[in-house]
């Protein structure tokens, strides 16, 4: 699409919004795989709508607080790419236009408010589990708050599991096949302390060396995609220099947000000096997600053998929206969950639909979450599977809610935590 | 009538050298940016609309408006305001209202359309059909009953548990609308054996341009005929009963990969020829099978100069085999390599790629013009080597593909309007409309006409029948208020340079 972007912003942020609006030819393909466009049905909350939108604000024909109704309902879940026939990098513009336009804004007291205590607690597990323990004696009072309050508790568990800290270095069982650093996450470590765990359960049983930097921190994906570039950065730069892609055969993560996170540093360090570009380009090229990188041991010489289940179990697998459209990982979880003797898989009606928890959306766009989270619970349900595994914790606690809530008994599990009980004999 | 219609190729006015108005053929024209917006001011009859309606039917602020400007080819005009109609009456009221205040209307589905059938052309009340959503099948009469919303690729997902199927198949019935393909009478594969969207139509609803509620069946004057492919110049069409049928039984893809375009196209004409009928009977050249690898990754054939992809179908296996190895034979006897899908599941990624070719394109170049020819089939292969060898010429990146089986072919000039001079764009367009016209053919299979093709019509149709069909358009819509400046040119507005 023919557009005066890059007359009005030169920098390498504005490059990066022109091209992605030159590569839209508004043919409209995006519509259906728009999980907002499914439920409102309304151009403007479409991703052809919001390029649309973006540009004209960008260009400055269209004042900011006219689209940003519409650019804040945006899930972030990039099912538009997948969709999109001409190659529009849309994450990319919404990521860089967030950025942009964030400093710009006025946004109300409370939401400022919950904004900072979202984006300063969720990368700091010691003070997010305080936060948790905290917030479920708050729990009881919900319906006497704000909806602006009620929604980021709903989010926390009922109980909070203990830590269970990691060495910073685990052995390979056996013959020594690979070495890894280990993205360890943040809300993660508190919400669901048992993905890490098997994670690394799972690698050293194949024979792989698994790394824990001490001085790792959060991905900043969440404050990437809110729009705090400053913070995001910060972040990037602790992990550029806590990882070293150099020493190690990947960098695993098992957080789909967060792996996608990584393999955006270079989108984010567009024009932070051309060196900096190259770490942030080297960094990102070794970032695997635990499926991938198992997929790939498997194809070089298979993986140690799973024990087979006591019974036939069916499996659903959920595709996490930044594994699926973001990072375009789809046949490897899948391939790895149909290995396991006695395990059938079956698929989600709708699954390319995000499930509405997206990083913070839950906080910031409760109903349309909640309208998500109860449609993909609906078509899990109608699946009749024993357990529902994907491999993203967001996605993962929005089901175990909604799922909950429609008073089904099906069990949430981490692709790896599956695996991991496969391999315990537990299934 | 229907002079525009899918593999017709009646004869039309073969004056040369006519330059389409810029405007009009391209997208993005800057001409029409911005009108009204910015003014906090709400225009009278979206004030009436609110009130009539309410403000949840109704959107006013520069930003959502401008939403309801474009198709999938060309920006247009900003609307005054937009009505989201949830009903037959809803559009009865919006319809009055604007008539009484003299705003011309537009009628909107997806917006995936690729003439510019619903982008605004001068500031208009846009009515979004997308909310009027409502759908339910007859398995014993065999039938759909649609609201204008429902979206095309819904109808055969809620006919399918009946044991049935709805055939047409634009390469955007994702996102497209039912009201939307009645209004362009829209095609697909599928409709070289099976017909268009017009050929499943038993009966139609409409609001004429007073407001007043329609319904049309096929007999006596076939009306509910006139307003199919008519798009939204005569009517609003709000609801529809369409015929369904049973899918076949089986069905056999193959893919073919030849040296050239024109040998593509003869294997066309003999397979043809030599009595098969093919369900889907597709064409891409090089360029347009790279631009798709480069999306999808499926495997197919870079270094062909062109590919076709065929389905046989039917109930009989043998027979649909038996027309297979007709097609199989015909390639290879004109230098293709033949592969057939051995799966379902590959047949379904072939297919996913040729619905992706035209958006595809935009990895080539930002801008484009299509063109929408349908030519004899007797003639294809010359056809396609001239506008081969046009674009060769023109040093322009030109492209080719399209339902060749119907002689429906969709050439594209791709163009980085930055870069390269949309002169030399138009002339070549032009020079390709004439290959088209010197071979006995005419030059909208099924996009619709829209203000894309308008200056083509001018040329296309003689003075006679172009009188008449403005006598149909001002006996339904005397004050033209119904998407003005689509489909049909003013008498004389024909350039002559």
């Given at each position: ?427 | 009538m ?89 559009v009865v009221?919006a319809v009055k209202a604007a008539r009484a205040a003299g705003i011309p209307i537009v009628g909107r ?8 059938g619903a982008?605004p052309t001068q500031?208009s009340l846009v009515l ?51 009201g939307?393909?009645l209004a ?20 139609l609803e409409f609001v004429d341009a007073d407001g007043e509620v329609h319904?049309l069946?096929?007999?006596?004057y076939?009306l509910a005929g006139l307003l199919i492919g008519s798009e939204g110049t005569l009517g609003l069409i709000t ?209 619709g006409i829209g203000s894309?093709?308008l200056?083509?019509m ?8 172009l009188a008449c069909l403005w006598d149909v358009k001002r006996a339904l819509d005397p004050q033209e208020r119904l998407n003005p400046g689509k489909v049909l040119p003013r008498p ?6």
């Amino acid at each position: 699409m023919k557009n005066e972007i890059a007359l009005h912003h030169p920098d390498a942020q504005g490059l990066l919004m022109a091209h992605a609006v030159d590569a839209c030819v508004h043919c409209g393909f995006c519509l259906p795989a728009c999980p907002t466009y499914q439920v409102l049905g309304d151009e403007m909350d479409s991703p052809r709508g919001r390029i649309i939108l973006m540009k004209e604000v960008l260009e400055g024909g269209l004042p900011l607080f006219e689209a940003t109704p519409h650019l804040d309902r945006c899930l972030g879940c990039v099912g538009c790419v997948t969709a999109c026939p001409s190659g529009v990098p849309y994450g990319e513009l919404i990521t860089s236009f967030r950025g942009w336009s964030e400093p710009q804004r006025s946004r109300p007291v409370i939401q400022r408010l919950t904004r900072a205590a979202v984006l300063t607690m969720l990368p700091r597990p010691a003070l997010f589990r305080v936060g948790a323990n905290v917030g479920r004696f708050a729990k009881p009072l919900a319906p006497l708050l704000p909806q602006a309050l009620r929604a980021p508790l709903d989010l926390l568990p009922n109980t909070v599991q203990p830590a269970q800290p990691l060495p910073e270095f685990t052995p390979a069982q056996g013959v020594r096949r690979g070495r890894v650093s280990f993205l360890s996450g943040c809300a993660q470590q508190v919400l669901t302390p048992n993905f890490n765990a098997a994670t690394v359960r799972v690698l050293s049983r194949n024979g792989v060396e698994v790394l824990i930097p001490p001085a790792q921190g959060c991905c900043g994906a969440a404050a990437m995609h809110t729009g705090a570039r400053p913070l995001a950065l910060e972040q990037a730069w602790r992990n550029l220099n806590a990882f070293a892609p150099d020493e190690v055969d990947a960098i695993v993560s098992n957080a789909a947000g967060c792996g996608a996170g990584l393999k955006e540093y270079p989108m984010l360090l567009a024009g932070e000096g051309a060196a900096n570009e190259v770490r942030a380009e080297t960094l990102a090229a070794k970032v695997r997600d635990i499926s991938v990188y198992l997929a790939e041991l498997s194809a070089d010489g298979g993986l140690e053998p799973f024990m087979p289940t006591s019974r036939p179990i069916k499996v659903a697998y959920h595709d996490a929206c930044h594994l699926a459209h973001a990072q375009g990982v789809k046949a490897e979880p899948r391939a790895l969950i149909r290995s396991i003797p006695g395990v059938t898989l079956a698929e989600v009606r709708q699954g390319d639909l995000c499930c509405g928890s997206a990083g913070t959306y839950n906080i910031e766009q409760p109903d349309l979450a909640n309208q998500l989270g109860d449609l993909k619970a609906k078509n899990v349900i109608a699946t009749g599977a024993d357990y529902v595994v994907s491999g993203n914790v967001g996605c993962h606690t929005q089901l175990q809610s909604h799922l909950a809530r429609l008073g089904s008994p099906i069990k949430v599990l981490h692709t790896i935590e599956l695996l991991d009980l496969a391999y315990r004999g537990e299934l | 009538m229907n002079i525009f219609g899918r593999g017709k190729t009646s004869g039309n006015t073969s004056r040369e050298n006519r330059r389409p108005e810029k405007d009009g053929l391209m997208t993005d024209p800057r001409t029409h940016t911005r009108p009204s917006e910015g003014s906090a001011q709400m225009h009278p009859l979206a004030t009436e609309l609110t009130h009539a309606l309410g403000s949840r039917k109704v959107l006013v602020s520069a930003g959502e408006r401008r939403m309801y400007s474009y198709d999938a080819i060309q920006m247009g005009v900003v609307p005054v305001c937009v009505a989201l109609p949830e009903s037959t009456a809803d559009v009865v009221l919006a319809v009055k209202a604007a008539r009484a205040a003299g705003i011309p209307i537009v009628g909107r589905g997806a917006a995936s359309g690729l003439s510019g059938g619903a982008a605004p052309t001068q500031p208009s009340l846009v009515l979004s059909f997308t909310r009027m959503t409502e759908l339910s099948i007859d398995p014993v009469r065999r039938e759909a009953h649609v609201q204008a919303g429902v979206i095309t690729l819904a109808i055969s997902e809620a006919a399918r548990p009946h044991g049935l199927v709805y055939p047409p198949d634009p390469a955007s019935f994702r996102t497209s609308t039912i009201g939307g393909n009645l209004a362009e009478n829209a095609g697909g594969p599928m409709c070289f054996k099976y017909g268009v969207t017009g050929d499943y139509v038993k009966a139609l609803e409409f609001v004429d341009a007073d407001g007043e509620v329609h319904r049309l069946t096929r007999d006596a004057y076939d009306l509910a005929g006139l307003l199919i492919g008519s798009e939204g110049t005569l009517g609003l069409i709000t609801e529809a009963t369409l015929r369904l049928s049973t899918p076949a039984k089986f069905t056999r893809t193959l893919m073919s990969s030849f040296p050239t375009v024109g040998q593509a196209a003869e294997a066309v004409s003999s397979a043809i020829a030599a009595g098969a009928v093919p369900a889907k009977l597709e064409f891409m050249d090089q360029a347009c099978v790279n631009a798709i690898e480069d999306y999808l990754h499926v495997g197919l054939p870079r270094d062909a100069g062109a590919m076709l992809l065929v389905d046989t179908d039917g109930d009989d296996l043998e027979t649909v085999e038996e027309e297979l190895a007709l097609v199989e034979a015909a390639c290879q006897s004109s230098g293709g390599t033949v592969r057939r899908a051995a799966t379902d599941t590959e047949a379904a990624s072939l297919w996913q790629a040729r619905r992706s070719v035209s958006p595809a394109l935009g990895r080539i170049r930002p801008q484009r013009m299509n063109e929408d020819i349908v030519v004899p089939r007797s003639v294809l292969s010359e056809v396609v080597r001239e506008v081969e060898a046009l674009g060769v010429a023109s040093g322009l990146k030109l492209v080719q593909f399209g339902h060749i089986g119907d002689g429906n072919l969709h050439p594209n000039i791709l163009f980085d309007p930055r870069t390269e001079s949309e002169e030399a764009v138009h002339a070549l367009a032009q020079q390709i409309a004439s290959v088209a016209i010197r071979h006995g053919g005419v030059l909208s299979g099924e996009h619709g006409i829209g203000s894309m093709k308008l200056e083509f019509m001018a040329e296309a149709v003689d003075p006679v029948t172009l009188a008449c069909l403005w006598d149909v358009k001002r006996a339904l819509d005397p004050q033209e208020r119904l998407n003005p400046g689509k489909v049909l040119p003013r008498p004389g507005e024909a350039r002559h340079d």
